[in-house]
């Protein structure tokens, strides 16, 4: 059986990579159609060597539709009534649902269960926070989480395109003695870390921050989870990488917690320090999985862990964990 499938926003950086990953994973694609706002309507893309015009997301543009896969952005909010409204089931990767109790919030390596019960839309979670649950799943399994400590090191392309342009470019005006004028960053990027990521809200944390932590407690079915977070911007062009320390309930050592998370669905363990070996976002881009390295005991506690974890953003944080949405879908019966 084949689906026919919309992608809103398809211009964007994760609208392209989620052409690239259903390509890559052979989705059993029907008729496709690929939508984004005025700007860039009318312009072509390419899909499997076909080229496709796209067109306007507008309340009629989902006739037909079975998957509609929203980049992100206010698109959601404007349209993906009209999508289930029309037939299909979204999958959405704004921040729009993911805290609606009536919207499945959805990591396929923790949670694929929570697919049975849509109504229309299932959320995709924020990166940073897809990629910590893929790592804290297993181990929680294993020895039940009691704290999580995590800061991140977040690429400049969580912000999208512009965001790669404005770490080029600065990096190009620094190294010419010239003046940087920030736009998409609230400081200059190139040759700097900015500890803030989206708008300040409740109790100094940013929004990135409360994404981490009220995301992942609804993926992982842990409301009262003890989770902490500080998020960073980083002058990498791509992939996050997070520092995470855990407290658990029961002692875990290093050498356990490598083999349950050596069996882990969508986790690639790189950790040989004798040969220098550790996850980096240089190496990790463009690939599907959740890199852990550096897996070792908290000293300073009775029963710690820390580790080092690092991913694709825009693909596991985003187009690859939306695919694999649509297909635990497909599995199961949900659509
Ligand atoms: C970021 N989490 O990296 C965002 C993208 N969704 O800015």
Redesign the pocket.
């Known amino acids: 059986k084949k689906y026919n499938v919309a992608i809103v926003g398809a211009t964007g950086a994760v609208g392209h990579e989620l052409l690239k990953v259903l390509a890559e994973r052979n989705f059993p694609v029907g008729e496709l159609r690929l939508l984004a706002s005025q700007r860039s309507a009318g312009k072509t893309m390419e899909y499997q060597g076909k080229e496709y015009t796209i067109g306007l997301t507008d309340e009629n543009a989902f006739d037909g539709i079975d998957i509609a896969l929203f980049a992100?952005g206010s698109a959601s909010t404007e349209f993906a009534d009209a999508a289930v409204k029309a037939g299909a089931v979204v999958i959405d990767n704004s921040s729009a649902f993911r805290l609606d109790p009536d919207v499945p919030l959805v990591v396929p390596e923790v949670n694929p269960e929570d697919v049975d019960w849509h109504k229309g839309i299932i959320a995709n979670p924020?990166?940073?926070t897809i990629i910590m649950a893929v790592a804290l799943k297993p181990l929680h399994d294993a020895a039940r989480i009691k704290r999580v400590v995590v800061s991140t090191y977040?690429?400049v392309s969580?912000?999208g395109k512009e965001g790669i342009t404005e770490l080029t470019e600065q990096t190009g005006q620094v190294l010419r003695g010239e003046a940087v004028d920030p736009t998409v960053f609230a400081h200059p990027i190139a040759f700097n870390l900015i500890p803030h990521?989206?708008v300040f809200q409740e109790g100094d944390y940013t929004k990135?921050e409360w994404?981490m932590i009220k995301e992942t407690r609804k993926i992982m079915h842990e409301p009262d989870m003890a989770i902490t977070a500080t998020t960073v911007?980083v002058p990498v062009y791509r992939s996050?990488s997070e520092s995470i320390n855990i407290e658990f309930d029961q002692k875990i050592s290093a050498d356990e917690a490598k083999k349950v998370l050596a069996e882990a669905p969508g986790v690639i363990i790189i950790d040989d320090i004798q040969n220098k070996q550790y996850p980096m976002p240089l190496y990790t881009s463009d690939k599907d999985e959740v890199f852990i390295g550096r897996i070792r005991e908290d000293l300073s506690i009775e029963k710690g862990l820390n580790l080092w974890v690092v991913a694709d953003?825009i693909r596991k944080?985003?187009a690859t964990n939306a695919i694999q949405i649509a297909e635990v879908l497909i599995q199961r019966n949900c659509i």
Do not use: L, T
């Open positions: 992100g924020n990166c940073s977040q690429a969580g912000a990521i989206d990135e994404k911007r996050h953003q944080g985003a």
